[in-house]
């Protein structure tokens, strides 16, 4: 996947910084299995399923392995599986469609895909039904937040800040970023955005405030180093500034560990970390929510912008 400074890039960008999340986990979960036995055989769990519901795209994806206790004569390009989705609050149910991909490894997996954009705060329960009836399942609900708090700039001796707070919420975000849109600087061309990520999945940025508020202090005179880098101009350029954002990137509650602990010795347990009702693996989802405003002439030229007229 190419990368772009576009913000409604969202869905790909994401998907690179969650997959090695997921990934993680999963290579947790097969640390701890021995390859020398079959440790599915008398099992009542059916299928291992990895995989998220995003909001910022309309086509979602989970990967199905089968559980097999036999795997002499198996045909990888074909896979005993029927998903679906129910959504619950409206009782609709998505038949999801199989696709085939080969990895670098030359091995094979099934990556199931279903063309829909989740609703925020909404339960959605995925199946995977084989031919005989036997069903393995998964339930997420999207994350969901409602207010924003905007304080006006605050110009201190060295710099200038802005504070933004986002109101219930239940854990620290997955991802903060924040966007400088610009004019072009070729008449007629589309918005350029310089995209700062504030901290990473380790290291979050921002802090609780009342309780169930996220407060980000956002460094309008500080980003300008990085937002000139992003855009490839001198430190001295002084580009028509249109707007500022944030992206807020929320996982839902499956995603987080026992104790909010990354404990390998607790996560090599199979199904301690899965959320997958007869079978392994994880299935969970993700919501992100944005937020745009716009400077005033002074506050835009005092952090080194031109203000459009």
Known sequence: MSTSNNIYSAPRTLMKRLIPAL???????????????????EEDRFYTLFGYLDTATDEQYVRVIPLRQDFAGIDDTSIDATVTTLEVESGNTTVWQDSVITYSDGSVGHVFHAPFTPIPGWTYELRVTRSDGIQTAATTTIPLITDVELDDPTISIAAVFQKIR??????????????????????????????????????????????????????LTTDKEDVTKELGVSDDAEPFLMSVG???TMTNDSWRPPDGVFDREVLVQPGTFSNVNKGFGFFGSVNQYTHEWTLDPFITSLIGYTYPN
Do not use: H
């Not at 990520?197 to 380790?202: I, L, S």
């Not at 290291?203 to 169930?212: L, N, R, T």
């Open 246 to 248: 944030m992206r807020l």
């Open 166 to 219: 986002w109101s219930n919420v239940d854990s620290e975000p997955f991802r903060v970023e924040v966007w400088y849109r610009f004019l072009n600087f070729a008449p007629g061309q589309p918005f350029l955005n310089a995209v700062i990520p504030y901290g990473n999945a380790d290291e979050k940025y921002g802090k609780f405030v009342q309780d169930d508020k996220w407060e980000v202090l956002v460094r």
């Open 23 to 41: 990934f993680v986990l999963i290579a947790v979960f097969m640390g701890g299995c021995d390859d020398t036995v079959n440790p599915f055989v």
